[in-house]
């Protein structure tokens, strides 16, 4: 009985992957299809015009990766002292436990609760409108618990007989967490980093409140009141707004951007994991 049941989920979760396969299969040769026809030089290089219909999306593809980048430098840091915290400073494993299911818990809030809230402190409570450094931060707490647990894993899989041959020779727990830890953990701290950028650069709801506008907007020269395009509003926008050719080919070749940007960071992110779990298995 127990030989069928197993069989039976095997072939159950093999069926569930063709079809996840198959479905996105086809919405990706739907968005390639569609937005190819728009690539072309003066796509990337020109702004957008026309209400979004024509010109480029180069200030959209700027304006996200200067959110991305804010939020990579705001959480970051953030990341590594709440890894660090759970893993080497905190005392009893019930403490960790509990600090490892707070970072789960953080990273299942709703996007739309963290760009409210961003709209909340920063555009009205600081004063600053819509600006770069606000959606920034918003990603950057946004992917923060994503990066910690991914670098709270990779840590606590490495060998203990690191740590014990470290302690052995007196170094200190800070020592040990600067020189022994991180260095064995950066493949962890990479592609956490990595996934939580793919997933910042696709959000709407954090930087629709806080950072990003539709048109009017280049390079950032402040920090208040300096909002940027961007690649996930203006594709929400026109998928609402456009009902014309040429903007129905806009929409589509920014979605293609967005897609090939969100899927380079996945890709990039794919070895260091595969390493990382191979060391772990091997350790």
């Not at 940027?228 to 707004?241: E, G, K, R």
């Amino acid at each position: 009985m127990g030989k069928w049941l197993g069989r039976g989920f095997l072939f159950s979760s093999a069926l569930c992957a063709l079809a996840v396969l198959a479905v996105l299969s086809i919405a990706l040769g739907e968005i390639a299809g569609r937005g190819l026809p728009a690539f072309d030089l003066a796509f990337f290089t020109d702004p957008s015009a026309g209400a979004g219909y024509d010109g480029g999306v180069l200030f959209e593809i700027l304006g996200t990766l200067i959110l991305i980048g804010t939020a990579l430098a705001a959480s970051l840091p953030l990341a590594i002292g709440l890894a660090l915290a759970a893993t080497i400073y905190l005392p009893r494993p019930g403490l960790r436990r509990g600090a490892l299911s707070a970072l789960y818990a953080a990273n299942a809030v709703p996007s739309v609760l963290i760009g409210i809230g961003g709209f909340i402190v920063f555009v009205h409570g600081l004063g600053w409108g819509k600006s770069w450094l606000g959606g920034g931060l918003l990603l950057g707490l946004m992917i923060l618990p994503a990066e910690a647990v991914a670098l709270i894993e990779r840590i606590e899989a490495l060998p203990r007989r690191y740590l014990d041959a470290a302690y052995g020779l007196g170094l200190t727990r800070g020592q040990v967490a600067r020189s022994v830890v991180l260095r064995q953990s950066l493949g962890g701290l990479f592609s956490g980093a990595l996934l939580g950028l793919a997933r910042a650069a696709g959000e709407t709801a954090p930087i629709l409140f806080a950072a990003a506008v539709f048109s009017g907007a280049g390079i950032p020269r402040g920090l208040k009141e300096s909002p940027v395009l961007a690649l996930p509003y203006h594709i929400f926008v026109l998928a609402q707004d456009s009902f014309s050719p040429a903007g129905e080919r806009h929409l589509w070749g920014a979605a293609l951007v967005l897609l090939l940007l969100v899927a380079s960071l996945s890709l990039i992110a794919l070895p260091a994991r595969l390493r990382a779990h191979e060391e772990s298995r091997h350790g």
